[in-house]
């Protein structure tokens, strides 16, 4: 079987999907496949049909990778992929979305609004953020809803700071998400695909060096550290690892994905967002549950390869 290994493409993560990609192309290399790397650009589809692949394993983060869009593509010329389908993926990747189905399930997400560009025309910047203010208070979070790895994300603290949040977010689409700013602790769950029902993975606990899970704690290393097992009661780790698997099934994820939590001073669980292709580099949090669990990251890529199969009924 020939695996090509999607991965770089036009988003703003590029530089993360290139890492993404290179480590499971090693991974692939080493447990005997024949494996191509492909970097996804407008000509995907004609390198597909050259390389002649059976499977392709998705490296890609952002915009055209998470999104729907390449999923959507493999689909009509039959080959199967890793991770989540089009609609699972599609859903995943806007946080509006997302915060909405959840929401519609009785799955606990941090209270929300959503505003786009043409309200903020209407109104104005001075007048959305007066808006904001008055539904929403203060501290806030605000967010490109789209984007990843904390990309157009802005933490609020004062009002004065949210026309500027507002201006960020908009760089990168026509909404923003503002969330109400939950101050506690920052969990991630872990969702593998199993035979018949998906398993959490141990979760981790995320503390950043800098105070803020940014990009540059995300991806630099020795800027968080990753506490296995988080620093909770085992009652409140099966908590989250529940409703982690019921969000997984809630926007119907396939093979790996991760969920991300919040947990505030009185130790409740908001999930954060939800997101269908993990990072698989040397910072990343999925490979870390993985090898809390047992599983080297090999044996990880493996599984992956396998339940893209299962799915595709091959």
Excluded: W
């Excluded at 599609?90 to 505003?115: H, V």
């Excluded at 007066?130 to 984007?147: S, Y």
């Amino acid at each position: 079987m020939k695996i090509g290994v999607l991965m770089g493409g036009r988003s703003q993560e590029r530089e993360i999907s290139l890492r993404t990609g290179e480590a499971v192309y090693a991974a692939l290399k080493t447990l005997g496949y024949q494996t191509v790397k492909i970097d996804v650009g407008t000509d995907v589809i004609e390198k597909i049909k050259q390389e002649e692949i059976d499977l392709a394993f998705l490296a890609l983060h952002g915009k055209y990778g998470e999104d729907g869009t390449i999923q959507g593509l493999l689909e009509i010329v039959g080959i199967p992929y890793t991770g989540s389908g089009v609609l699972a993926s599609s859903l995943a990747m806007d946080k509006i979305a997302t915060k909405r189905m959840l929401s519609y399930l009785g799955i606990p997400t941090a209270p929300f609004m959503e505003m786009d560009d043409a309200i903020v025309s209407e109104l104005g910047l001075q007048g959305a953020a007066e808006k904001i203010f008055r539904e929403m208070g203060l501290p806030l979070v605000i967010k490109a809803p789209t984007q990843g790895s904390t990309i157009g994300i802005s933490f609020v603290h004062k009002k004065e700071e949210i026309g500027n949040a507002l201006e960020e977010a908009f760089r990168y689409g026509h909404k923003a998400l503002i969330e109400r700013f939950i101050k506690g602790r920052e969990i991630t769950a872990s969702v593998l695909g199993g035979e018949k029902e998906p398993v959490a993975l141990p979760l981790i606990e995320i503390v950043s060096t800098t105070g803020v899970y940014d990009y540059e704690a995300k991806y630099t290393v020795g800027m968080s550290e990753h506490i296995i097992p988080p620093r909770i009661s085992i009652e409140l780790q099966e908590v989250i690892k529940g409703i982690a698997i019921r969000a997984y099934k809630a926007l119907d994820c396939s093979g790996g994905a991760r969920v991300d939590f919040m947990l505030d001073q009185q130790g409740n669980p908001f999930v954060l967002e939800v997101n269908t292709i993990p990072g698989m580099t040397a910072t990343s949090l999925f490979p870390d549950a993985a090898r809390a669990a047992g599983i080297a990251f090999p044996e990880l890529v493996d599984r992956l390869v396998k339940l893209a199969l299962v799915r595709k009924g091959v």
